[in-house]
């Protein structure tokens, strides 16, 4: 057997490869044997690692990734849980909240084998759920995933505080979320097959109390080639933006909000429901659980003064919906017994920003597109729906004033001649706003639009609309209706 510091030596070099059967990693072992053993091929990273011998290879335990890694899975490798753990592979700053840095993971197959577990609110890694998760991760590169059997409450695959990962090639089937990720930057997610029960790819910069591991803006995205085959009530894609308020005496609390205390990051983890907890005493604490003298538990995430968790320039490209599922879900979940993701005190001019393109997209579901209750930029380019509204967004809680904004630009947009009556475009919402763009639309009828009452709505472009009511239009503002092209000259349309 090769001492460690010739394998370090040949595998830097490129010409050498760490055997994890040299330890004792094989098909027949026990899970903790093997567990062990694979465990000890990586300890301290700057190596590569290949699992050579096609087997199912049973785990009872996490294990770890460090800096420096390659780990290769020859074909016919599965690694099979046996006992209800958290995650199968991880990085290392996982557990340490370090950061890691040049991971690559090659042909790794998952069997969840039914089993789930998560962290509890004491753990330094609630939050993270991922089967493979990565926190704290910069230069990581994922190819040939598979993740069977996926249960209970676990993701597939899981990134936050990221920058540079790529996931290419995957196949994710089971019960919860497939791709899930938190905060980070620079990311490409690419020719992969989901069907879950779930949501397929969350885009999650501010989500549930225990799923969150970081809160932040997600940017600079590329998620494409993908078709979902999902099954259940979710959608997707599910996009979660979020804003927060700062500390102080007497503001009222859910389970979800967020605050910030000087530089501090706290969330409220009362007990699941929409009750309110009025907060009379500060949070200060930096890690893990602290409860007032009310009883009211603020558990700490992180030190950066952050205000909002937004999503700027993420593209979907040649994405195809087999699903009946709903498509994307744009929301804030303003009442959800889970979370609330903008707290009421929270001002209109600070809520977040949403920014998504959505490119090349066939959807055979009967569910709107996109829908939701957040502000949204949103171009839709080549988009071809077999049946059911394109857009379709409206705040959930009409008891406050949610005041959604929508920008919307459509191009080469289907719009078949069918039987339906329903809205392709539909906004309400009292004080809401939509500023849509139709350009270049492949249309064999009229764009048919919704908009409802208080809403300040603005249609341009040179494709044709049902009709102008209930717009609010500028001088200037050209489009067509039933074909025929009508501009706004400060008074009417002429």
Same mark, same amino acid.
């Given at each position: ?12 070099? #490129?010409?050498?490869? /760490?055997?994890?059967? @040299? ?22 990273? *700057? ?29 016919? /490798? ?73 249960? #209970? ?13 790529? !996931? @290419? ?6 019960? *919860? ?22 949501? =397929? ?19 600079? =995205? ?42 501090? !990051? %706290?969330?409220? /983890? ?28 603020? &558990? %700490?995430?992180?030190? @950066? ?15 195809? !919906?087999?699903?009946?599922?709903? #498509? ?22 600070? %809520?977040? /920003? ?24 949103? &171009? ?35 719009? *078949? ?78």
């Amino acid at each position: 057997m090769m001492g460690v510091a010739g394998m370090l030596t040949t595998a830097l070099a #490129g010409t050498g490869v /760490v055997d994890p059967a @040299d330890y004792g990693f094989a098909p027949d072992a026990s899970a903790t044997t093997n567990a062990a053993a694979l465990q000890q091929a990586l300890d301290g990273g *700057k190596r590569i690692v290949q699992v050579t011998r096609p087997g199912v290879y049973g785990l009872d335990r996490t294990v770890w990734l460090d800096s420096e890694t390659r780990l290769v899975f020859a074909p016919g /490798v599965v690694l099979q849980k046996r006992t209800p753990y958290v995650h199968v592979l991880a990085n290392r700053g996982l557990l340490t909240a370090t950061w890691n840095t040049n991971i690559t993971v090659e042909g790794a197959t998952i069997d969840v084998n039914a089993f789930s577990a998560t962290h509890g609110e004491d753990s330094p890694m609630f939050g993270n759920r991922g089967q493979v998760a990565f926190c704290r991760i910069r230069d990581l590169t994922v190819r040939k995933f598979t993740c069977l059997n996926l249960h #209970g409450a676990q993701y597939g695959f899981q990134i936050a505080a990221f920058e540079n990962v790529v !996931l @290419d090639g995957f196949e994710i089937r089971g019960q *919860k979320d497939g791709v899930h990720i938190n905060a980070g930057r620079k990311f490409v997610i690419r020719n992969g097959t989901l069907e879950t029960g779930d949501d =397929g790819i969350a885009l999650n910069a501010e989500d549930w109390v225990g799923a969150t591991p970081v809160l932040g803006s997600i940017e600079d =995205g590329l998620i494409e080639n993908v078709t979902d085959d999902g099954h259940g009530s979710c959608n997707f894609s599910r996009i979660l933006t979020g804003a927060w308020t700062d500390w102080h005496a007497g503001m009222r609390l859910q389970r979800g909000d967020t605050v910030r205390c000087g530089m501090n !990051l %706290y969330r409220a /983890v009362m007990p699941l429901g929409t009750n309110e907890y009025v907060s009379l005493e500060a949070p200060a604490h930096t890690r893990g659980v602290w409860v007032d003298k009310s009883g009211l538990k603020f &558990w %700490y995430m992180q030190n @950066d003064g952050a205000l909002s968790a937004n999503i700027r320039n993420v593209t979907f490209r040649n994405i195809y !919906l087999r699903s009946p599922r709903n #498509g994307f879900l744009a929301d804030w979940e303003t009442r959800s017994e889970w979370n609330r993701g903008i707290h009421p005190e929270l001002k209109p001019e600070n %809520y977040p /920003v949403c920014e998504v393109r959505l490119e090349d997209i066939y959807s055979e579901s009967p569910h709107a597109l996109v829908s939701g209750n957040e502000s949204v930029r949103l &171009w839709l380019r080549n988009i071809c729906k077999t049946r059911g509204p394109l857009v379709s967004l409206s705040p959930q809680d009409h008891n406050r004033d949610c005041k959604t904004d929508v920008w919307l630009h459509l191009s080469g947009v289907v719009l *078949k001649n069918d039987d339906g009556k329903e809205a392709d475009i539909a906004v309400q919402g009292t004080g809401s706003t939509l500023n849509l763009t139709v350009d270049g639309l492949m249309q064999e009828r009229d764009l048919r639009l919704s908009i409802g009452p208080g809403v300040r709505a603005r249609v341009n472009g040179t494709g044709s609309v049902n009709s102008l009511e209930n717009l609010t239009p500028k001088a200037g503002d050209s489009v067509k209706v039933n074909g025929t092209l009508k501009t706004f000259d400060g008074i009417d349309w002429r």
